[in-house]
């Protein structure tokens, strides 16, 4: 081969290798040029929600394009899940993704997702669960709804079958107590079902009915921790009252997996930055949240593998024979 044909050849791979690296490289170092969608797989007025739209609030200077929320619910959070999955991989569609939904991979069988199909930005809240009921209502302590549901069946309202909150139910269900699954997307209707009667209980956290414990319309009864929580002290938990069931809520930001790693790590920067905003550290503390339960990205795989294993070994415990059903009865 001639010289000026060995010189042809090498530009002709040199420019099929500039045309290859084009779409990813500049698109990692322009990122983001355009407005970054905020998925909220729950309805408005939620925990989940709130946290988003106080996310986007910080996110925008730090980023400098605007973060609008979408509230896709449905499906114990899979619909707005799977909203994120089926849009590219380029870093402009990011979601909260919570317990419950993460709950899911515990189940037989587990969903077509896995955590292989998303990456961790951050988890960003870290808070303990409840069961509460209706201020001046017939129950008035655990004692009372413990008494109760060992001869009637109790209405447990929750975020979805499946659950976290569900896989709870079961396990009490496993124990002897007649507690019933009654799933409701959206929050506002999940929050006001004990006090209109359409629920018994409500398993929640209590910085996401913040308002109505504050009004004194609903109050905790049992609190699924290893201690009670220093501010209600009159409250039991489920651990000193034998019940080994303690699974937190977590609430995070992710990404859809294979996204740019360079994308991922302005993403996950500007998040870290903004849980250390003043306006972000109220928001925890309004939220009855742990103040130091942020966990980075890079440290999320630890966290969220021993999460699951506490959650299938719930799930052996509780029963739970298919997914999002409880036991012995079919969807």
């Known amino acids: 081969?001639?010289?000026?044909?060995?010189?042809?050849?090498?530009?002709?791979?040199?420019?099929?290798?500039?045309?290859?690296?084009?779409?990813?490289?500049?698109?990692?170092?322009?990122?983001?040029?355009?407005?970054?969608?905020?998925?909220?797989?729950?309805?408005?007025?939620?925990?989940?929600?709130?946290?988003?739209?106080?996310?986007?609030?910080?996110?925008?200077?730090?980023?400098?394009?605007?973060?609008?929320?979408?509230?896709?619910?449905?499906?114990?959070?899979?619909?707005?899940?799977?909203?994120?999955?089926t849009a590219p991989a380029d870093g402009y569609s990011i979601a909260t993704f919570t317990g419950p939904t993460f709950a899911l991979l515990a189940g037989t069988p587990p969903p077509k997702w896995s955590m292989k199909d998303l990456q961790p930005l951050g988890v960003v809240v870290q808070q303990i669960s409840a069961f509460l009921v209706a201020e001046g209502g017939r129950f008035k302590t655990w004692a009372d709804v413990e008494k109760a549901a060992k001869t009637e069946r109790l209405r447990v309202a929750i975020t979805g079958f499946g659950s976290d909150d569900d896989l709870t139910v079961n396990f009490l269900t496993k124990r002897g107590l007649r507690f019933l699954s009654v799933p409701m997307a959206k929050?506002?209707?999940?929050?006001?079902?004990?006090?209109?009667?359409?629920?018994?209980?409500?398993?929640?956290?209590?910085?996401?009915?913040?308002?109505?414990?504050?009004?004194?319309?609903?109050?905790?009864?049992?609190?699924?921790?290893?201690?009670?929580?220093?501010?209600f002290p009159d409250v039991p938990s489920s651990v000193e009252l034998g019940y080994e069931v303690t699974l937190p809520q977590f609430r995070a930001v992710v990404v859809r997996g294979g996204t740019d790693a360079k994308i991922v790590k302005k993403l996950a920067d500007a998040l870290a930055d903004a849980v250390k905003d003043p306006e972000y550290v109220a928001f925890l503390k309004?939220?009855?949240?742990?103040?130091?339960?942020?966990?980075?990205?890079a440290e999320s795989g630890p966290y969220f593998g021993k999460l699951l294993k506490g959650l299938k070994e719930l799930v052996a415990r509780s029963g739970m024979t298919t997914e999002g059903a409880q036991p012995n009865e079919k969807k």
């Open 187 to 231: 929050p506002g209707e999940r929050y006001s079902s004990v006090l209109g009667g359409h629920a018994d209980v409500l398993y929640e956290q209590i910085g996401d009915v913040r308002s109505f414990v504050d009004s004194k319309q609903l109050k905790p009864v049992i609190f699924f921790s290893e201690k009670r929580d220093a501010a």
């Open 1 to 85: 081969m001639s010289n000026r044909g060995r010189s042809a050849a090498l530009a002709a791979i040199l420019a099929i290798g500039l045309a290859l690296a084009a779409p990813c490289t500049p698109a990692a170092q322009d990122f983001p040029s355009r407005p970054i969608e905020f998925i909220v797989p729950w309805g408005p007025g939620g925990g989940a929600d709130q946290l988003a739209r106080m996310l986007a609030k910080l996110m925008e200077p730090r980023l400098k394009v605007s973060i609008p929320v979408i509230n896709v619910p449905g499906a114990t959070g899979q619909t707005g899940l799977t909203k994120l999955l």
């Open 286 to 297: 309004d939220q009855h949240a742990d103040p130091d339960g942020f966990v980075l990205a």
